[in-house]
């Protein structure tokens, strides 16, 4: 299994960026994102089931928007009204439909300057 994330970068605050994740490797029940901001623990941002179902923390809701293309096994995270506290590095997550098994991506630099 691989995870490929993408689309991380600099914005200024009020901003938006959009996030790209490719999978391979097997079929995926749960797709998402978490982060890992400077100097704390990684956290939920976002995930979608295979059947469309979305969770997001409080944090971002309204703001960022997850979506899925199984055929593609791709996910992305729309995020829009960027601030300094959205700093951090996004990693991709999927967990297999068969084995449970999760896995990560490599992560992506996401700064908002304020």
């Known amino acids: 299994v691989q995870l490929q994330a993408s689309g991380g970068g600099l914005v200024q605050a009020g901003g938006s960026l959009r996030l790209s994740c490719a999978a391979s490797?097997?079929?995926?029940?749960?797709m998402g994102w978490y982060r890992q901001p400077p100097g704390e623990q990684r956290e939920l941002v976002a995930t979608a089931t295979s059947g469309g179902t979305t969770n997001s923390s409080d944090s971002v809701k309204g703001r960022f928007t997850i979506s899925r293309n199984n055929a593609r096994k791709m996910v992305y995270l729309q995020m829009n009204s960027l601030k300094h506290e959205d700093t951090a590095v996004y990693y991709c997550y999927a967990k297999t439909r068969f084995t449970g098994r999760e896995y990560w991506g490599q992560g992506t630099l996401v700064t908002v300057s304020s």
């Open positions: 490797g097997s079929v995926f029940s749960i």
